[in-house]
Every structure is written in C-alpha cells, then in structure tokens.
C-alpha cells in the first residue's frame, strides 16, 4: 500500500506562485511515477505534470513555461511548483502515483488551489 498527502494548496493572486508537495509513504519501491493531476467544478479530471524513477518530466500543454515538477533523491515526494498562475489554474490538485503517470494506482485526498482574479 502507497499513501500520498498533499499539501501547499492555498489562495493566491493572479500572477503569483504556490508549491504543492506531495509525501509518498509505504510500499513506494512499487511506484514508477508520481506527478499531479487537477480537477475543476463542471470539468474532467486532467494530468497536469508528472515525473518518473529516472527524472523524466511531462506537462499539460496548458501549464509549460509556468509549472515544474521536481522530486527529492529518494523519490518519495515530489513538488509543483507553480508560478504565473492564472484564475484557469483554480482547481483541486490530487498527487497520484503508479506504473507510469497515465496508469494510476494511489491518489491523495486532493487540495484546493484557487487563483484570484
């Protein structure tokens, strides 16, 4: 069993930058990936960023140039950061982690990101 818990979420102004972590623990050795996905009223869920074992890194087309996904040495947390946020970016943020970042296994129970405008 893996669990994730985020945290950094928060409000925060246009134009302006959060970082969200995301704490792996437990049987991690299982996990290839982690990254993040987001999810807005009304709309489906989308992957937003994501980071293998090795350090490979992929975005949303909507988030490149303005976010960065990271992890630490023991690939058990890894960050978002997020700059030049837009009030398009308001959402909740869920940590997810699996065989790669498009087959997910563990989800964190999510936090809210809500960009003023």
Do not use: H
């Amino acid at each position: 069993q893996v669990q994730l818990v985020e945290s950094g979420g928060g409000l925060v102004q246009v134009g302006g930058s959060l970082r969200l972590s995301c704490a792996a623990s437990g049987t991690i050795f299982k996990i290839n990936a982690m990254g993040w996905y987001r999810q807005a009223p009304g709309k489906q869920r989308e992957l937003v960023a994501g980071i293998t074992t090795s350090g490979r890194s992929n975005y949303a087309d909507s988030v490149k140039g303005r976010f960065t996904i990271s992890r630490d040495n023991a690939n058990s947390t890894v960050y978002l950061q997020m700059n030049s946020l837009k009030p398009e970016d308001t959402a909740v943020y869920y940590c997810a982690a699996g065989f790669n970042i498009y087959s997910i296994r563990y989800w964190g129970q999510g936090t809210q990101v809500t960009v003023s405008s």
